[in-house]
Every structure is written in C-alpha cells, then in structure tokens.
C-alpha cells in the first residue's frame, strides 16, 4: 500500500462516493488508487466547477463533498469556491497534490504556498507530511468540514508523500455526534418574550436550510403558527406552512415585505448568518430579535440579537414549541398584511411583453416546476427576481448564493443537484454573463448523460451592474457585450438548444426541453427596464409603514 491508497482508503472510510477534478501530474497516484476504489472519478473541464459541485453535495446532502485538483495554478482555481463554501457554510473537503516535499528536482517550478492561499478561505487548511496521520488527519478533515458551522476544509498531499510505501494503518471508526440543545434558561427567556410580543414574525435564514432541518422547522412554525418570511438562502425551509408565508426579504429595506418587518415588535430569527446581505437593518427602537442558532449570533451593525437560543436548532425548537404551543395569542397579529403583500408581488407577472419581464419569466417557470423542482441560479439581476417572486414549498428547491453571490456557479450547481435528483425536474437559471464563466461545463453534464435544463436570460450585458451604474446616476457605458449563437453553441456540445422569441413562448419551451430529456438550453431575451421602475421608483413611494 502507498501514501495515495491509504487517503483514498481514508475517503471510502467517510463514506466518498465521488471525487471532482481535474488531476494534474501530483495526482497521479492518487487517480490510480481511486481506479481501484469504490469511488467514482468526474473530471470537469475547470477546477471551479468541481469545486462548486461538491460544494453543492455537501449542501444538499449536509456531508462533505470532494474535490481534487493539482498544485499552484489548479490549486488557485480552487480559491472562488472555496470562498463560495466557506462563506455559503457547505461542507467540502478540497485535495490538492504538490511536488514532493523530500526533495526538490524541479527547484520552484510550479510552487505557490497553497496551504496558505487556502487558510483565509476555508476552515482549516493542513498539509500532509507524514503518511503515518493519514487517518487522522482525513477523519479531523470531515469533522470539521461537517460540524456546525459546516464549511470547506483543504488537504494537500504532496507527490513523493502520496507515492511512498505504508504499512497498514488503521483507520479511524467513525461515530455518531449529537450537538447539545439549547439551556433551558435560554428557552423560558424566548418563550417569554414570543408571549408578550404584540406583533411576532420569524424569519428563517440561511442555517434554517441544512437538510436535516427541514421537518423540525415546519413542525415548529405550523404548532405556532407564527407568520414567517426569510431570507433568500433561508427560502423554501418550510413544507406546508404556505398560509403563513409573508415574503422573501430579497432588499435590505423598503420591499413589500418590510411592511410586515417594519410593524413586527419581535423577530424570531433562525439560523440567520450575516453572511447574507441584510434581510433587514436593525436600529435602536426596531424590533427586539431573538436569535435561534447553532451557534450564537455575530453581532453587526445591522444585527446584535437581544437574546440568543444557541444549540442543535430542531431539538431546541421542538422543546420552544412545547412552552409555546396554543399560547402565543398574538402569532396572527401580522397576517392580514398578507394579501396585499402577494398582490403586489403578482403584479405583471402575465404580461404579454416581449422581452419577457423578470416577473413573467419567474412565474413562468413556477408554472414548468412541480413542487420537488429544483431550480439553481446564477447571480445577476434575475436572481433578485426569483428570491422576491418565487415561491417555494419544499426545502432546498431554490438554490442561490447571497453569501460570495459569485457568478460562475448556477450551471456547476445544478448538475450536482441534478446528479443526485435524477428523479427531479433540475434547471439552472443564469445570465449571459454568469452562463458563460462556466459554460464549458455542458460537456461535462452532457458526458455524464444528465436530464438538465439551463435557462439563459439574455440582456447581452452585465445587467446587474448595469442597472446599478443607472441609480447611481453614472452614464450607461461600457457595461455590453455580444453572445454566441446559444442555440448552436448548446449543439456544439451535444446538447440540445431553443429560443423563446415571443411572450407566450416561455412555458412551452422549457416543457418541450424538461420532456425532450437530456441537457437542453433555453435562451430567453428579458427586458429589464422593470428593474427600475419597480424596483427603485415604484418602491421609493412605498409609504414605510408606521410601527
Ligand atoms: C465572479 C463574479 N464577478 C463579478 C461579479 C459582479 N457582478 C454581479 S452581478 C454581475 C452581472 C451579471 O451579469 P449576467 O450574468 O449577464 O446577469 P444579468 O445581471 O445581466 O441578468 C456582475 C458582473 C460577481 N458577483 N461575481
Ligand atoms: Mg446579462
């Protein structure tokens, strides 16, 4: 046995089913023991991509996903999803190779500090210098990388370390951990304050949507029956709660919902991460918070709780329910705000335009998704679009990043998502802009013969920022550019490809590509002039509701 079969003995061990990657010559030994391994070896067509993708296995699946690249200029492509993992609290274990350590035949050919590169982007960041910690080394790797706050975690292993004959040394056993609850003083202080409040709303955030979550938080919010909103990364955490939703806080301020944010007298907020831009902005004489976490609260700002439930966040609901269930006489307090918080998020979104608004083009796809559907996006404009617009009712069916909000990772995540749904209907939402830093990817989703839609909503321009570049009152310059034929670039990969060229043409389109099976883009072309007016004009008159 060598160093590299011992790692990859190590990665069976933790239960690896698949590695992403894109070797390089340092990897070697590692790619031949995985030949004789249990585990599967994906080749991407980028190291970010592959990064991405495990980003996401850990994300949905709540263990660690693994990556693989080589040293220096592999290793450094890693850095964007590393940040991505980090920051989006996903469990990812990234292996890079390096030259040996023993020698130096190649001087510094290559040899960038990739340990240190990764210590600020992830949560721990570890070379391997001797064979004999292997097993422990890969078993602290996953713990961390899994444990609350879950995160990426790097391992390098160099080339002379990864070829040299072991002995047999075992592995280490895995075990079971249970997180500890919340103390019951902390308990009996929330339940006081949710009895006495006047007008009490919950918000999810983004912890609200670890998988194992997702059971416990519907049953507490349906025994409460406290209303909810949450925040873009906390969307769709709660199964059948829908007559309790309020909204999506994908501003900071001013968007329909704060006019519930804006009366409540205490937010429940849970699994919140500042990671997130701010659902909300607190100020003295706002809302008393209470924060409900799996660990305690940053303090920001924006954000400083004035009482904290910290521990495994389903147990400590569960016994909060159990104080408060039948009690809380003022939970509907905010509800009739309801209504007119979804008529004005319905608005236009049937218009016969063509371009399709954003607004036609987030209910059209509700309208192709069953309720398991998974859409993944992108970041740029839209993606504000489907956070405010889009509902959900199953957790983890929108997947987005307002963490790094990195462009890049909509087509990667999706087929991660699609790889492990099969059974799903999967479609990656991105720009023209996002689309094409990870467009090489089709091959590789075409290659593994995945069923995968990739929506483009095409302005031939940086939207995002071009639509800021227009409120800061700056010229609009500079920020256009031209496209392939996406149609005939879809079939250049083997994929299929269709546009929409008129209003009607969305629903259709996607039906025919989620029917027609395999990968299958569908460009649309969206006219974002509604960014403005609903976005800044229409929401500048919104009259801020009076505490
Ligand atoms: C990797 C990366 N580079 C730059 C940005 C800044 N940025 C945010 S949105 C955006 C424009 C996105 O354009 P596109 O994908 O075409 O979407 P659109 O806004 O046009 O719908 C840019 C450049 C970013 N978030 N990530
Ligand atoms: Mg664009």
Redesign the pocket.
Known sequence: MKGSDLLVAALENEGVERIFAVPGEENLDVVESLHGSSIELIVTRHEQAAAFMAATYGRLTGKPGVCMSTLGPGALNFSTAAAYALLGAMPMILITGQKGILTSKQARFQIVDVVSSMTPLTKMAHQIVSNATIPTIVREAFRVAQEERPGPVHLELPEDLAREEVPDIPLVPLHPIEIPVAHPAALERAAAMILEAERPLIMLGAAASRPRLADALSDFVRRVRIPFFNTQMGKGSVAGGANLYMGTAALSERDYVHQAIDRADLILSIGHDTVEKPPFIMGPGGPKVIHIGYAPATVEQVFFPHAEVVGDVGPSLALLADRLEGKVKNASALLQLREQIFARLTDRATESRFPLTPQRIVHDVRQVMPEDGIVCL?????KIWFARNYRTRVANTLLLDNAL????AGLPSAMMASMLYPERRVLAV?????FM?NSQEMETAVRLGLNLVVLI?Q?D?????RWKQGIDAFADWGLTFGNPDFVKYAESYGAKGSRVDTADGLVPALEAAFKGGGVHLVTVPVDYSENTRVLVEELRNRVPAAA
């Open positions: 992108d970041n740029g404009m839209y909000a990195t462009m890049g991105c720009g023209d802009g996002g830093m909503v302005d321009a940086y939207g995002m920022i």
